[in-house]
Each structure stands twice: as structure tokens, then as C-alpha cells.
């Protein structure tokens, strides 16, 4: 089982940055695919960006490639999302998720099996 809870949300104005942090529980958490997550009002869930278990392969979608940054830091079990240059159509709850499997490295929605309770940005124009 694997545990997770964002934090760093808030309201930030257009072209501001923010950065959410997303810590995890699991004593194995550096075999695990993270993935980052939003979800608008009225919209379904969507992929923002992914880091392969021990940092080396990121993907982002291409509404954030350029702006979005993932990392990750497995000796304090935490994956990060810096986020800049930030737009009204950033605004979402964001959630981290993790791998239903190690060592696999996925962006579908399906594969990711524990998911944090998510955290607001809010970015005002």
C-alpha cells in the first residue's frame, strides 16, 4: 500500500509560480511510476506529467510541456511539480499518484492505483 498527501496548492495570479509537493508513506516508493493529475470543474481527470521511478524519464502533456517541471527526491519519498508561468486554465484540484505496478512506466489513468486526496490551484486572471 502506498500512501500519498499533496500539499503547495493556492491562488496565484496569471504568469505566478507554485510548487506541490507529494509525500509518500511507502518504503519502496523509488520503484514506484509517479504521476501528476488535474481536474477542472465540470471536466474529467487529465495527465499533467509523469517521472519514471528513479528520475530519468519525465512526460508532460503538451498544455504544460515548457511551463511544468516534475521531480523527485526518493530518500525523502517525495515527488514535486514546479509549476510556472502559470495560466487560468491551470486551475484544477491536482493529485499525485502512484504505479499500479514497479517499475513500470506508464501514463494512463488506469495503471496508477494509489492517488492523494488532491490540493487547489487556483490561478486567477
Known amino acids: 500500500q502506498v500512501q500519498l498527501v499533496e500539499s503547495g496548492g493556492g491562488l496565484v495570479q496569471t504568469g505566478g509560480s507554485l510548487s506541490l509537493s507529494c509525500a509518500a508513506s511507502?518504503?519502496?516508493?523509488?520503484?514506484?511510476?509517479m504521476g501528476w493529475f488535474r481536474q477542472a470543474p465540470g471536466k474529467e481527470r487529465e495527465f499533467v506529467a509523469a517521472i519514471s521511478w528513479n528520475g530519468v524519464t519525465t512526460t508532460y502533456a503538451d498544455s504544460v510541456k515548457g511551463r511544468f517541471t516534475a521531480s523527485r527526491d526518493n530518500g525523502r519519498n517525495t515527488v514535486y511539480l514546479q509549476m510556472n508561468s502559470l495560466k487560468p486554465d491551470d486551475t484544477a484540484v491536482y493529485y499525485c499518484?502512484?504505479?499500479?505496478?514497479?517499475?513500470?512506466?506508464?501514463?494512463?489513468?488506469?495503471?496508477?492505483?494509489?492517488w492523494g486526496q488532491g490540493t487547489q490551484v487556483t490561478v486567477s486572471s
Open positions: 499518484a502512484a504505479s499500479r505496478r514497479t517499475y513500470y512506466y506508464t501514463l494512463q489513468q488506469r495503471e496508477y492505483a494509489y
Open positions: 511507502a518504503r519502496t516508493f523509488s520503484s514506484y511510476t
